[in-house]
Nanobody, 114 residues
């Protein structure tokens, strides 16, 4: 059974940084595409960044140059380094694992204040 557990969220001021982690269990992490999504209040869930099993990455235009997705297959963990945070980055951030089907974590809250 695949399980994803996010951590690292919190309250920060605009311009500061946070690093999110998502630990996976289930034995298929290294061959799976991983992604971070976010959902702000009243808005649809949106894709933030993806990383394939080979390490190819892709980012939403809104976070390019500020966020970095990475993975450590030895630790079954995917990360999202978020720099220069903006008020608009406030959301619940979700980790997704894709292998045959999608698996989701429970989410971690990121709040950026002015």
């Amino acid at each position: 059974q695949v399980q994803l557990v996010e951590s690292g969220g919190g309250l920060v001021q605009a311009g500061e940084s946070l690093k999110l982690s998502c630990a996976a269990s289930g034995g298929i992490f290294s061959i799976s595409t991983m992604a971070w999504y976010r959902q702000a209040p009243g808005k649809q869930r949106e894709l933030v960044a993806t990383i394939t099993s080979r390490g190819s990455t892709n980012y939403a235009d809104s976070v390019k140059g500020r966020f970095t997705i990475s993975r450590d297959n030895a630790k079954n963990t995917v990360y999202l380094q978020m720099n220069s945070l903006e008020l608009e980055d406030t959301a619940v951030y979700y980790c997704r694992l894709n292998f045959v089907r999608d698996y989701w974590g429970q989410g971690t809250q990121v709040t950026v204040s002015s």
